[in-house]
């Protein structure tokens, strides 16, 4: 069974940058053919994704408007880690943050996905900005 979990979330003001982890583990099928992707959540809003990356080919790299340019995925491979790091934060960055994954990833992980895109999924850490 694949187990993500998602650390370094926190409170932090306008402006501040966050470096989101997601460590994966029980995986049989190697991290760098999945689609690594990271969602947010906000309160009483749908679950939006906002980057993917495609780890064998990294021109197949996502990311949402909102958070283009500021934000940035990446992978360490030999830790099975991925993360999001998150500059230039604004109080409407505020949300749970999950990690989420496919094991057969390819160029369809650089086009917006929904939830039910993804296999597993993290328990969530929370970002909070506040102005």
């Known amino acids: 069974q694949v187990h993500l979990v998602e650390s370094g979330g926190g409170s932090v003001q306008t402006g501040a940058s966050l470096n989101l982890s997601c460590t994966v583990s029980g995986n049989k099928i190697s991290i760098a053919a999945h689609c690594m992707a990271w969602f947010r959540q906000a309160p009483g809003m749908e679950r939006e994704e906002v980057a993917a990356?495609?780890?064998?080919?990294?021109?197949?790299?996502y990311y949402s408007d909102s958070v283009k340019g500021r934000f940035t995925i990446s992978q360490d491979g030999r830790k099975n880690t991925f993360f999001l790091q998150m500059n230039t934060l604004k109080p409407e960055d505020t949300a749970m943050y999950y990690c989420a994954g496919h094991p057969y990833g390819g160029a369809w992980c650089a086009r917006p996905q929904v939830v039910d895109s993804f296999d597993y999924w993290g328990q969530g850490t929370q970002v909070t900005v506040s102005s």
């Open positions: 990356l495609f780890p064998i080919n990294s021109e197949y790299t």
